[in-house]
């Protein structure tokens, strides 16, 4: 049998099964690169196993994928996900890591969230009524970043209900933090139950350069600093040292350097120019004007004993006795309590620390 070649072309669809037996054609026959994608439709690939390298394709469907690691891409923004950990991480368009789920913290999985901008790491937002967030059991937030707190909660405007945060305990207290204008306006209300242990206190400076410490008293010397609406203001003060002073403000419980950049109600952001210049001369005081509390007293009035009213006395920043003197101040009744709380027989500059009671009764 002899066979004969020919240059003639053959002509499209011309060599089929009766001309090729099956298994005529073996893989070292076809040329490499000879195969294209426009000249294959494959429907299924059944228990495939190959390496097959690096694979660009436009989408998957219906499959799953086991691997040492899967991402997004291969540098910049990205997420992946390792075998070795199983941690789902989200890198940043310099290479750090931004968030993950599955990290640990003191054994225990959490997800984390890390962020460096002016805008939140993480919102949660819900506009129907189901909320955007629940927490069940104990969380803990903080903050590392200077004059930032560790949380803003912010109620819409829509309603008289969209309060900041409400905290309920079952069976006991309720009250709210941020409230809407239409509900009154309030920082904080107590819905069920009062507040407890409750001392009102007031924002004031003190010049640095003075003494002063906590259970000294201070007067408003009237220089305000700032206001705000009609229910804040902040003021410099100065220690109390004239008998009976009526421009009595209250006792020192704290006192800190001021700082530029930190909150104050009466101090809106946007008075750069004054917070600095308050910075270089002040010190921050939180004063007790309301409530319980302790005193600075001396001896110069004589001894005191529970139920005394106290005033002012020539001893910077203590009280005497005062027998039945109603200050002028804020205070409308101010008592020792106690029992042979102070004597005044140890000589006139005698001072120690006593109970103060408060009250608002009209006839003192």
Not at 3 to 20: D, I, Q, Y
Not at 296 to 322: E, Q, T
Request: contains cysteine; hydrophobic residues 40%.
């Amino acid at each position: 049998m002899s066979a004969a070649t020919t240059s003639t072309a053959l002509a499209p669809g011309s060599v089929g099964n009766t001309e090729l037996a099956n298994g005529a054609v073996t893989g070292v026959k076809i040329a490499a690169y000879s195969v294209t994608a426009d000249k294959m439709s494959v429907s299924s690939l059944s228990a495939l196993t190959a390496n097959l390298g690096t694979v660009t394709a436009g989408s998957l469907t219906g499959v799953t994928i086991t691997g040492a690691t899967v991402q997004t891409a291969t540098s910049g923004r990205r997420v992946t996900m390792s075998a070795s950990d199983n941690y789902l991480r989200v890198i940043s368009a310099s290479g750090s890591q931004v968030a993950a789920i599955g990290e640990t913290y003191s054994g225990d999985v959490v997800m984390s969230v890390a962020r460096e901008s002016g805008t939140p790491a993480v919102r949660l937002q819900n506009s129907s009524s189901g909320g955007a967030l629940q927490l069940t059991g104990f969380a803990d937030i903080s903050s590392s970043y200077a004059f930032q707190p560790a949380l803003i909660v912010t109620g819409s405007s829509g309603s008289g209900n969209n309060h900041g945060i409400r905290g309920r305990a079952s069976g006991g207290g309720s009250g709210l933090i941020g409230v809407p204008a239409a509900s009154g306006g309030f920082a904080v209300y107590g819905e069920v139950g009062s507040i407890a242990p409750f001392t009102g206190s007031h924002d004031g400076f003190l010049e640095r350069a003075s003494a002063g410490g906590p259970g000294d008293i201070v007067i408003d010397t009237g220089r305000i600093l700032m206001r705000s609406g009609l229910d804040d203001a902040v003021g410099v003060n100065a220690l109390a040292d004239t008998v009976a002073d009526p421009r009595v403000y209250g006792v020192i419980s704290r006192r800190v350097p001021f700082e530029a950049g930190a909150m104050m109600a009466a101090f809106p952001q946007q008075a750069a120019a004054l917070r600095d210049y308050c910075a270089e001369r002040f010190d921050r005081l939180v004063i007790n004007s309301l409530g319980e509390g302790l005193i600075n007293v001396c001896g110069r009035g004589g001894d005191i004993a529970a139920g005394d009213l106290l005033c002012a006395s020539s001893l910077p920043g203590a009280k005497p006795a005062a027998g039945r003197w109603r200050d002028a101040g804020l205070y409308r009744r101010q008592g020792a309590r106690g029992g042979d709380v102070f004597q005044s027989g140890r000589g006139a500059a005698d001072r120690l620390h006593i109970p103060l009671r408060v009250t608002n009764d009209p006839d003192l």
